[in-house]
């Protein structure tokens, strides 16, 4: 009987957790693991991609979280939905990525971000977005 009620108390308690993907690579939590800092492509930029072969994405170095730094992982999203272009994890001493021309088209908008992740709690930084356009190809 005792056991029963324990292992109802545990469920109980833990249900919140559970539900809210604890230990499974959660979006963001309230700003424990630091956020990844840009530098290029600068947000609001127009990009003229005329003889070039790929687009450098750079970000700074940035506090490693409290369980050390698993991975980047860089996202291109096209225009303002939910259309990935290109996702790539990246190793955590790496502070760029290049992205072939070939992913994006003249006369759109993309959005890019760039986040880390923690190594013990596998949670995601936040992260915000920066914006360019591609003006030709």
């Known amino acids: 009987m005792n056991t029963r009620i324990i292992l109802l108390s545990a469920l109980l308690l833990f249900a919140p957790c559970l539900a809210e993907g604890i230990g499974v690579g959660m979006e963001g939590d309230s700003g424990s693991v630091p956020k990844v800092i840009y530098i290029r492509p600068a947000d609001g ?9 790929v687009i450098v994405f750079e970000w700074q170095k940035v506090p490693i979280p409290g369980g050390n730094r698993e991975v980047y992982k860089l996202v291109l999203l096209k225009g303002y939905g939910y259309e990935v ?9 790496t502070f760029s990525a290049q992205v072939p021309v070939d992913k994006f088209e003249a006369g759109t908008n993309y959005r890019w971000h760039v986040k880390q992740r923690d190594a013990k709690t596998l949670v995601w930084s936040q992260y915000d977005n920066w914006y360019f356009k591609v003006a030709k190809k």
């Not at 930029?45 to 072969?53: E, F, I």
Request: aromatic share 6%; hydrophobic share 35%.
């Open 45 to 53: 930029s127009v990009l003229d991609l005329t003889g070039k072969d």
């Open 85 to 93: 272009v290109f996702s790539q994890t990246i190793d955590p001493r």
